[in-house]
């Protein structure tokens, strides 16, 4: 692979990729990032259940710079069942989305299924998200049921939901749940996509023609701690809310014209007080705290105007989103 999306540093890596044949009826694609304790689990429970589906299948792993021994564990996967697993091996770290968006580019099925490697998301519920494929949907997405998080994960999701709603009209129950499934028209639309970040699962709602959402189970992680600082999901919503609005900077100049209208009025008011009733004392700090409102205001709208700017930034650079050292393929 090599161009926008990604560099593949292996010789000959994008022609052998652009030769290597297609036809399965589904891909399962995981990101894995310092997964150690969890992936023995996660292979005790994924291929029996993929194998169950009596269809022909593929699980493309991506390994996104593990620091751990993920890698081997991947590796000796591979060794096991060559015939359905393919690893992708990137040479740092990039982030889950890129990884993901690597998998969509290696992947072959006419189905690609995302699954986290934690286990939080029971593999056996693939079956479900397929069904709800037959059933004539392009894009499936999930709601976790009796979710197992901890209590400011979960208000804190809920609120983010309700200001993605509104400022996106990007209609996801439940935004944090990456168990979703697409067709292959859609995973090729977003291959095409050369966006540096983006939010995956709120992309394909816009190009899905008839997505739809069903339940899933929802179970705490087998091993390992979550990857998700309070600052990662905050820059999550940043590139979901910046990355498919600008609302946010249509909202922020409506407020920029009322607090003029509103500033204007104060000095008018506060002249006419001078001339009919003279000099006061004590109006010194109540100028502080308005001139404060001003500036932070005015910083806000900055800081809103540095995300839109930052991210035409790091698109014109032209940047590839990863780079791939190796790949783990049976070729034919």
Request: a neutral charge; one cysteine or more; glycine letters at 8%.
């Amino acid at each position: 692979m090599s161009g926008r999306n990604g560099v593949d540093l292996r010789p000959g890596g994008a022609a052998a990729r652009a030769a290597s044949p297609a036809g399965v009826a589904l891909s399962v694609v995981i990101p894995v990032y310092n997964e150690e304790p969890t992936l023995p689990l996660l292979f005790a429970r994924l291929y029996p259940a993929l194998d169950a589906l009596g269809i022909d299948y593929e699980i493309v792993f991506v390994n996104d710079g593990s620091v751990d021994r993920s890698a081997q564990i991947l590796a000796a996967q591979f060794e096991a069942r060559p015939e359905v697993t393919r690893v992708v091996l990137f040479n740092g770290n990039f982030g889950q989305h890129r990884a993901i968006l690597a998998g969509f580019e290696y992947s072959r099925g006419e189905r690609v299924v995302t699954l986290d490697a934690d286990l939080q998301n029971p593999p056996e519920d693939i079956g479900k998200l397929l069904a709800a494929m037959d059933a004539g949907h392009d894009y499936v997405g999930t709601i976790r049921r009796l979710r197992q998080d901890s209590v400011w994960r979960r208000w804190a999701s809920l609120a983010m939901n309700r200001l993605r709603d509104r400022i996106t009209r990007i209609r996801m129950t439940d935004q944090g749940c990456m168990m979703r499934a697409y067709s292959r028209s859609i995973v090729q639309l977003i291959n095409q996509c050369g966006e540096m970040n983006t939010f995956i699962p709120a992309l394909a709602y816009q190009f899905a023609r008839t997505p739809t959402e069903i339940e899933v189970g929802h179970e705490e992680r087998a091993a390992g701690e979550s990857k998700y600082s309070l600052y990662s999901l905050i820059r999550l919503n940043f590139d979901l809310v910046t990355g498919f609005s600008v609302v946010p900077l249509q909202w922020f100049s409506m407020l920029g014209m009322a607090v003029s209208v509103g500033a204007a009025a104060l000095v008018v008011l506060l002249v006419a007080r001078r001339i009919v009733i003279g000099p006061e004392e004590g109006g010194l700090f109540t100028l502080f705290a308005i001139a404060f409102l001003l500036v932070g205001l005015a910083l806000f709208g900055i800081g809103l105007l540095g995300e839109y700017i930052g991210r035409i930034y790091q698109e014109v650079r032209s940047r590839p989103r990863y780079v791939v050292s190796a790949v783990l393929e049976r070729r034919p």
